[in-house]
């Protein structure tokens, strides 16, 4: 019959006493109250390993198939991630039991062959197997709480029935069901006692000593004595006894209170413990009032045993071989072991526990160490073998426990003694460091327990004493280890810094600050002398290398610098120790010692960097050095921003800034050239322009975009730089446009011989021949080329590209800073400078040189300086006594200028004659209100006197240094020769239209009377004009009148298609060359060219209907109705042909405000004499009450210095007034008679009243100017006295 399967009733009576349930298990520990002690989290490691060796039948301890079968199940739940989750959070050895417990209920309860309550046993069993399997694990780790080993005996004594336990601890033997219902003997032999085996090893001590010593003590050291001794314990801590602890111990009541209630709870379980293994000795122990099992929440109960012969007991058992060194007194405590009335005493009164404890587990831990030590250099180790860093072995380590336990040591004291132990084995070059980190891991496990402030004075104090010892040894370390910098490395310091960082962090040694802080002093200077030490042998070896290059060195240097800050930054970017800036103090020390070797080279460098076109030193390293100077000195503010140094960047690198503007300047005029050379002006996109303006914007934003990476440090500077910068960019884009309008010209004006195809030329010599031999003047239509649209769309896209410019380099900001930084102290040889926009308008009356009077000139105008020498041309005006010039010229001057106005008479062979001339002085303080002027200049001629006058328009304005002054002659600069080559296209096509529409045509059409038209083919020419000049891609079907149809006829009048008949020419022509415009102009260019041919046909139509205004008669003679319907038939034809039917130019932008005055004229073309002259009146007196009194100011370049201000500009032009009526009648008043005097009445009165607005308005921006300052302003009188 099965064991298993025995009588369960006498089986129950057997081992009743032996049974625990859970509830009973726990019960103590839960009326307690304290504070589970947690295990060390390595123990679910250790556990899982060993669960699985049972599972796997690889244990013999647990052969068992029950036993591995229960463990294989919990194996399982503990592998699960709730499980071992829930356990790394709380580590409560109580529910790790409890999890157990329940598994192997729910396993045993169904196994079949426990009969009835057999079950029950068997789970007792395994959970006294499963609690003295963690003793076991924990046997196999260091620092386990001596607490957490005794609560577990505790547990394995309620379990399971008392087996070989006596003070050497647990038999390893498993337990057997078959003998659970008997007691066990009591080995007597040391060889089965392990501490005691422990011990002799430990102090090679022989086993025959040992038992002879054992068997010495064996009345004396009883179970009984033990538990005296817990007693005792309790007693004294009641009583306030030195030992084990006291009030006076602590820093607080919270400390002392709590190391009581722990320390109380923890001596009653041990006695609980040893009670329960032993249960006689709970009736052979007298007993106070209470009882050792305390109640929940109450004090530990002292235990007071009256004995009135007062047994005196001795403070120490046994000699040199009883451990403690005291006289041999065990016969004395034979009779004391029954005695049951002994008086427990307050005092050092123990058996076990030795006279100084703290003393007695120092020695024992060092005793341990060093034979520890000793085994791992001793032969039986080989150097592959892995040896743990507490140095200790297991069994010394069960054996430091025990004692600790035993002998009441606390924690605190235990954790400290060992790191003292360690270090000064580390001071002695004993052990490795990393023992240290191992040994400090006890402190940190600790302190997350039991804050320092629990602890007791001594353990807390001594705690700081090593502290501060390992602060000072491993500084020590760190500060020879700095000697290996720039090239420090993490591996190296990283073990110091962590065991300093944890001392530091502890604040446990502040009350060695004085002597920290002459350390770290010691450790900062060490820092900065290797760093100086490393630089100055660093320089030596790159000024050592030979070349000529002076900058070389320094730029190796600064690379070497930065290199090394950044790398120690990423290596060290937190301060050593906490304080200690590695990074800082590197930097601080080596930057300065650069700095000042660099203004020591100072004169050599600009010397190298000047010395010819191929320098020593390139101006490229030069600015290589300045962007590596300012590296180091942001990082030297980044790092040190406490530290002192003077050095102005800005100020040493500026000469060599100042030199490379220079360069720049003179580098422009090669650009303007290479890019006109290299350009064939072929289109290359949409926009039509060619690669020269690309090539040169590209090459002037080359310098911006390098000034601006400089990142300049001093903002004032950096304008001042930029403005010298974009003086270079206005030179460069006056330089292209005059080369690029030099280009236009000579194909706008071939000149025969040298420029012309030979087929151009032989045109050229019929043209002079048929002018020779008819006398009569032609004019023929002049054909665009491609080149010249292509000229014009430059201009018009550099305009975009400087813009852009204007927007990288932030003028308007740039001209804030230089405005916000106050005026720059002027050069005292330097004088003011002043810009002169002179605009030649037009000359009227010219006389002609020849004697004919219906002779015409060919004109140009020239101003000359007071040398002769040439500085302006205008172009030329054909066929004219009153020619238009209108344009503007700059003249820059430093003091008054005169100039010789000279007005010639082109000759296509031989030199230019000249019609008159006259002269003019640029005075500055002339044109100081910065008004515009008109000047008419009396034009002479030695030889034929009076010949004319010609109107200058000029205005003023300081020429400054200033960004915004240089952009705004640059935009002026464009503008103008755009309006240059605009004008000249329109000139080409002036000739022709005026040709087209003048009076000759106008009388041939009307005496022509009835002319033979083919209508389908004049129909045909007007409606398809324009689109086919501006490549329309309608497709309308156009339906023919039959060959058959004989043309419309109109004898007696005019019909719409005869008058338009006249004209075909003038559209033929406008189909051509608008079709060459419209294919290689740019949108805006076209834009602006078909609304300046626009504007030309205007004039001339008002040019057919009356004659300019002056004061002079005029020969020319009113036009008859019929010829004024022609003429604004005309001008409706034209209009219909650039609108094209919506495909052209817009309505809105042809009936502009010029044509509807040339509309009005129709309006007042037949009134009477004397009504015009009232209704001039009217409209002359209305203008000048509506007029604005001030005079316009001068058209600043600063109104024109980018796209936004000539938009707003634009747009304040076209908000002006209209021009009234007056002027148109007066202009019509012409052709009357008898209205000379009238219009010279009207003008003078006109000029006379603008005179005095001007007066006016100069007075008052006098008046202003004089105004006092607001500091100027006179205090108020005081009051009257009341006597006056």
Known sequence: MSKRSYDSSAH?????????????????????????VKFPEKLLKVLEQRLQNIAMGKDAAYSDQLTRRTMAVFYGQFM??????????????????????????????????????????????QIAQFVRMLRDCLK??????????????????????PQSSNDSGYDSASVSRDSISTQPSISQSVSDMPFVMIVARLFKIPESAMQSEVDRMRKTCTEKAAVIDLKTCLKNINAGAPFPGRKEDFSSDTAWNHWRTQETSILSQLMVAMMSLNPELAKSMPSDNGSIYPTSGARPISTRIDSPGGAKRHTSI?????????????????????????????????????????KFYRRLVEYCLVTDLEFMFSPEVDDADEVPLSILSPPHV??????????????????????????QLYERSDVPMECIPEALQGITKLLQDLEIDRWPIHDSELLASIYGGLYNIFLSSLYHAVDALPNLKVSVVQPYLTILDHVRESGLIERFEADISTRLSDLTTRIQDVSVQYYQEKMRSLQASPGVNRALPLLLMTDELEKAAKQLDKRFPDPLVGVVDLVSLVVEAQVPLFISELQNSSKRLYESSMNGPTPDVPIQDIFSLYRRTQALLSMYKAFAPQGQLEFDLGQFFMPYVHQWLVDTDNKTGQWVQAAIAADKFEAENTEGHSASIVDLFDSLRSPISFLQDLEWSDDYQEARFFTSLSKTISKAIEQYCRSVEELFMTEMFPRPADHLQPQKSSAWLEKAKLLATTGEKKVEPFNFRPESCVKLNNVEAARKLLDNLYNQIQVDKVADTIANHGPPVPDKNERPRFLFAVKIVMAEDLVPLDSSPSSLLDTFVTLSDEAGNRLVKTRTIYESLNPRWEETHDISVDKPLWLMCSIRDRALVGQHDVVGRSFICLNPKEFGDFLTHDVWLNLENTNHGHQGRILLRISMEGEKDDVQFYFGRAFRFLKRSEGDMMRIFIDKMSPYIRQSLSRPILKTLIKAGSLGLDYNKALGNVTALYRSALGSNVSEVQIPLPQNEKSRVRPEELTDVEIEHAIIPLFDYFDANLHILNTYLSETAKDMVMMRVWKEILVVIEGLLIPPLSKLSSDMKPLSDKEVDIVFKWLKFLRDYFYAEGEGVSLEKLQNQKYRDVVSIRLYYDWHTDTLMEECVRAMQQSLREAVPVKKRVKSVYNQRNLGTIKERKKVKKEEKEVSNGETIMRILRMRPNTQEFITQQLEMMTTVQAERERAQADKQQRRSQRPRQSEIPEVPPLPSAAS
Not at 319 to 340: L, Y
Not at 399 to 410: F, G, K, Q, S
Request: with cysteine; aromatic share 8%; hydrophobic share 30%.
């Open 12 to 36: 129950e009576k057997r081992i009743s006493k032996y049974r625990v349930n859970d509830d009973d298990l726990f019960e103590y520990d839960l009326r307690d109250g304290s504070k589970s």
């Open 398 to 423: 069960e054996l430091i426990n025990e004692c600790a336990m035993r002998w009441r040591i606390n924690h605190t004291y235990r954790v400290t003694c060992f790191l003292d132990q360690i270090k």
């Open 80 to 125: 699960g991630d709730p499980f071992r989750k829930q356990m790394k959070e709380n580590r409560s050895i109580e529910e790790l039991i409890l999890m157990f417990a329940s598994q192997a209920t729910s396993v045993l309860r169904k196994e079949p062959t426990l009969a009835d309550d057999g079950w029950k046993v068997e789970v007792n069993n």
């Open 140 to 161: 196999t780790l260091s620092h386990v709480s001596p607490e957490l080993n005794s609560r577990l005996d505790m547990y394995h004594a309620k379990l399971a029935p």
């Open 318 to 358: 046994g000699s040199r071989h009883s451990f403690f060194g005291a006289a041999d007194e065990g016969e004395e405590n034979d009779g004391d072991e029954g005695d049951g009335d002994e008086e427990i005493r307050v005092g050092h009164n123990f058996t076990f526990i030795p006279p100084n404890p703290k």
